[in-house]
Nanobody, 117 residues
Framework: QVQLVESGGGLVQPGGSLRLSCAAS????????MGWYRQAPGKQRELVAL???????NYADSAKGRFTISRDNALNTVSLQMDSLKPEDTATYYC???????????WGQGTQVTVSS
């Protein structure tokens, strides 16, 4: 099993920045891809960004040019730097890790990001 713990959410004004972090523990050898998803009230959970163990990244169109995902394999952490935040970025953000053997996902408990003036 893998445990994921997020940190770094909060309230920020439009145009501001936040950095989310996620620490993985447990059977971390099982992890290949890690990522961030978000879910706004009344909406489905959606992909924000993914990163492979080798550092290849994939971003949702809404995140391109504003968000940067990074990963430290030695520390088993994944981060999301969010710049130029917009009110529509308001959501609960979830850290995700893919189990390479079971082809299933682990999830963190979520961290709230609110963009408002």
């Amino acid at each position: 099993q893998v445990q994921l713990v997020e940190s770094g959410g909060g309230l920020v004004q439009p145009g501001g920045s936040l950095r989310l972090s996620c620490a993985a523990s447990g059977s971390v050898f099982r992890i290949n891809v890690m990522g961030w998803y978000r879910q706004a009230p009344g909406k489905q959970r959606e992909l924000v960004a993914l990163i492979s163990g080798g550092g290849s990244t994939n971003y949702a169109d809404s995140a391109k040019g504003r968000f940067t995902i990074s990963r430290d394999n030695a520390l088993n952490t994944v981060s999301l730097q969010m710049d130029s935040l917009k009110p529509e970025d308001t959501a609960t953000y979830y850290c995700q890790a893919r189990d390479r053997y079971r082809n299933s996902d682990y999830w963190g408990q979520g961290t709230q990001v609110t963009v408002s003036s």
